[in-house]
T-cell receptor, first 113, second 118 residues
Framework: DGGITQSPKYLFRKEGQNVTLSCEQN?????MYWYRQDPGQGLRLIYY???????QKGDIAEGYSVSREKKESFPLTVTSAQKNPTAFYLC????????????FGPGTRLTVL | AQTVTQSQPEMSVQEAETVTLSCTYD???????LFWYKQPPSRQMILVIR??????QNATENRFSVNFQKAAKSFSLKISDSQLGDAAMYFC???????????????FGTGTRLKVLA
């Protein structure tokens, strides 16, 4: 089955720790995205990548980092610099074209203890 | 900058009835795409329907249809014969058709929670 997987589903972090959220896709999509979702707000873009070894900051990149070493994988690290990291994180992917549609993974719920 | 507004935080509909969710957007562009995504309790975002701005015909997908009013910058979603499984958060999203910074950014509204009453 083609799709996007995210792991873990739930993640707990102590203050001051870095954590990494996994996102993998087997859709052969070039573009991948990370969004943050908070209650009462829409999805906000953290980082995106259109090609391996290249990525750009989204609207709320501070306190986050990413890498894109493989086309299939786009892990997100939530660093200790992120002041309010408790949120739901969604990964998405798409082809790169004017007609693309983004498809989403199941998400990771991060809670800071 | 483009914005997307969903003014109904919550809506309710009786099972088998019809409900319309509202979405307005602001843009100076002429070519763009609009989407409705559904987020059920599992929280996975699922594409419901997509509309190309250059098409006058409203998109339909089974029980889901849109009313796209380009001049009014309105993009409402109509769900006919509502089912219990339709209960979810619904997000409206905008994407430019023009390349900006090398990719196509999506802008999401804040969502409408739909409750379906048995």
């Amino acid at each position: 089955d083609g799709g996007i997987t995210q792991s873990p589903k739930y993640l707990f972090r102590k203050e001051g720790q870095n954590v990494t959220l996994s996102c993998e896709q087997n859709l052969n999509h070039d573009a991948m995205y990370w969004y943050r979702q908070d209650p009462g707000q829409g999805l906000r873009l953290i980082y995106y990548s259109q090609i391996v070894n290249d990525f750009q900051k989204g609207d709320i990149a501070e306190g986050y980092s990413v890498s894109r070493e493989k086309k299939e994988s786009f892990p997100l690290t939530v660093t200790s610099a992120q002041k309010n990291p408790t949120a739901f994180y969604l990964c998405a992917s798409s082809v790169v074209s004017s007609t693309d549609t983004q498809y989403f993974g199941p998400g990771t719920r991060l809670t800071v203890l | 900058a483009q914005t997307v507004t969903q003014s109904q935080p919550e809506m309710s509909v009786q099972e088998a009835e019809t409900v319309t969710l509202s979405c307005t957007y602001d843009t100076s562009e002429s070519d763009y795409y609009l989407f409705w995504y559904k987020q059920p309790p599992s929280r996975q975002m699922i594409l419901v329907i997509r509309q190309e701005a250059y098409k006058q015909q409203n998109a339909t997908e089974n029980r889901f249809s849109v009313n796209f009013q380009k001049a009014a910058k309105s993009f409402s979603l109509k769900i006919s014969d509502s089912q219990l499984g339709d209960a979810a958060m619904y997000f409206c999203a905008y994407r430019s058709a023009a390349v900006a910074s090398g990719t196509y950014k999506y802008i999401f509204g804040t969502g409408t929670r739909l409750k379906v009453l048995a």
